[in-house]
């Protein structure tokens, strides 16, 4: 027996080659996945594109102001992520889970809350094939889910925080990214910065309520409302920037009217479909997302440590390296972003199964979005490894930055396979309730990349994406250990495989 348990916890790779053939196979799963990672995709990319454009529009200004706005848009994302990352992510897994067992037990007399998880999940297998779905949806025609109450009242909360910390704060943190009080980018990115934090709170609300549709399998919406608050965004920006003459300042003003408009559709789209207002305050789980967010924001203060420092470090080395470095890491984020979709679409299939306690689609989940996530960077390594090139000067006419850009391609490009595994590992674990793990192994790769990016600093430009690519790739193999181990929330993989 010991020596059949030794050989059970041995590393083994066998799930992520599971039925490889089926990869591409539109059969029931693929359907599933393809309907909740398609439009997420699309709605996690529109708002890099917008970026995109912002910058494409900045950069005809001139290199100064392109570089100024990519050190505050930097601060920007990375202090959004902090609050976003965290809710999103427990907010997706928690209403996956209520929206798989609420109205099962409903149905059948039970309160959710007085039972215990165990039992709500043996009560759901043994009565879930009995239920009459039509009659379900005729008598819950708005749905009761606390998580999104919660994950309304905290995203608000933290939206207003993060304006008035970036608003008070901008210069002395616009001086710990690099740029000094005698610095031509002060001036354009502190307008940028504090312009652009007045949206916070709408960003936070609407990737709240992102998280929440998350959970129903529900990526459309959040598309329809991501697209149409972009294509304002990119309307607008040339109106304000150039017709009226703001500059800078008319970027992040288009940006902010954007954000409020996304926001106000999402709202107006929820309220049909749930009640926001839980039966009882103490349902509204304030303790269990606190618990969980808390490890998640662990984990994303890591991520953003690393990121920002890259950043912070290619500002130190001047206007013409931070230039090109913006437009490498924006092409690089909006483009391995295209893999989030995957990620979301397993974590909302995942959650869904883990609580139905359903391990057949936990595995062939697992297994068929971590191949897709593999043939998808591979794909976009061939695209943006020509497309980049020939792409490079809608972004800025300098020649130094353009002769930066060239040497950064190949990192962007490279990086792609290892960029998507990361991101669909992520969803296989948040999917699987797994915040711990994902939040210790992530602390743990931060501070080695940290460490790699001070020894890399040294080489300048190319040390900075050397080092950027070991902190990704060391990311993918921190979620590669966990399955291939079968520890945690996957052990049940010892009596299957």
């Not at 439009?39 to 200004?61: C, E, K, M, Y």
């Amino acid at each position: 027996m010991a020596d059949e348990s030794d050989g059970r916890s041995r590393f083994d790779i066998s799930i992520f080659f599971k039925d490889a053939r089926l990869a591409l196979k539109m059969d029931e799963l693929g359907v599933e996945i393809a309907k909740i990672a398609l439009p997420a995709a699309l709605a996690l990319t529109a708002d890099p594109i917008a970026s995109l454009v912002d910058t494409a529009f900045i950069g005809q200004i001139g290199a100064v102001e392109l570089a100024a706005v990519g050190v505050s848009i930097a601060v920007f994302n990375q202090v959004s992520r902090i609050a976003i990352f965290p809710l999103v992510s427990v907010t997706t897994s928690f209403v996956a889970e209520e929206d798989a067992t609420s109205d099962c037990m409903e149905m059948q007399g039970i309160d959710t809350h007085s039972e215990n998880k165990k039992l709500l999940q043996h009560k759901i297998i043994s009565k879930i094939e009995s239920l009459d779905t039509k009659s379900l949806v005729a008598n819950h025609e708005k749905k009761r889910i606390p998580s999104a109450s919660s994950a309304l009242v905290i995203g608000g909360i933290l939206g207003f925080l993060q304006a008035a910390f970036l608003i008070i704060g901008a210069k002395p943190v616009l001086g710990f990214m690099g740029i000094k009080s005698d610095s031509p980018m002060l001036y354009p990115a502190q307008q940028y910065l504090k312009l652009r934090s007045l949206g916070a709170p709408a960003v936070l609300l609407s990737l709240a309520m992102q998280g929440v549709f998350r959970g129903f399998k529900d990526t459309k919406t959040p598309l329809y409302a991501t697209v149409a608050g972009d294509v304002t965004n990119i309307i607008l920006d040339p109106i304000f920037m150039f017709v009226f003459g703001f500059g800078v300042s008319g970027a992040a003003i288009a940006h902010v009217i954007s954000q409020y408009l996304i926001s106000a559709i999402l709202f107006w789209r929820l309220i049909e479909k749930i009640d926001l207002v839980a039966p009882n305050s103490k349902h509204l789980q304030f303790g269990r997302f606190l618990k969980n967010g808390f490890l998640l924001l662990m984990r994303v203060m890591a991520v953003t440590f690393c990121v920002t420092l890259a950043a912070s470090m290619a500002a130190r080395q001047g206007s013409t390296t931070m230039a090109a470095f913006q437009v490498c890491l924006q092409v690089w984020l909006a483009t391995s972003l295209l893999a989030d979709g995957l990620a979301v679409a397993g974590q909302a299939i995942l959650a869904s199964a883990f609580a139905k306690m359903d391990y057949e689609k936990v595995t062939a989940t697992a297994s068929r979005v971590l191949q897709l996530g593999l043939l998808l960077g591979v794909a976009l390594a061939i695209l943006l490894g020509v497309g980049l090139q020939l792409g490079a000067r809608l972004f800025t006419k300098d020649t130094g930055v353009l002769h930066l850009i060239s040497i950064g391609i190949p990192f962007v490009a490279a990086t792609q396979p290892i960029n998507a595994l990361a991101f669909v590992f992520d969803g296989v674990n948040f999917g699987a309730s797994d915040f711990a793990y994902a939040a210790y192994s992530m602390v743990l790769v931060a501070i080695i990349s940290v460490l790699a990016l001070f020894v890399a600093c040294s080489h300048g430009f190319v040390g900075l994406w050397v080092a950027l690519t070991l902190y990704m790739s060391m990311r993918a193999f921190a979620g590669f250990w966990r399955i291939g181990t079968r520890t945690g929330p996957w052990c049940f993989l010892k009596g299957t495989m």
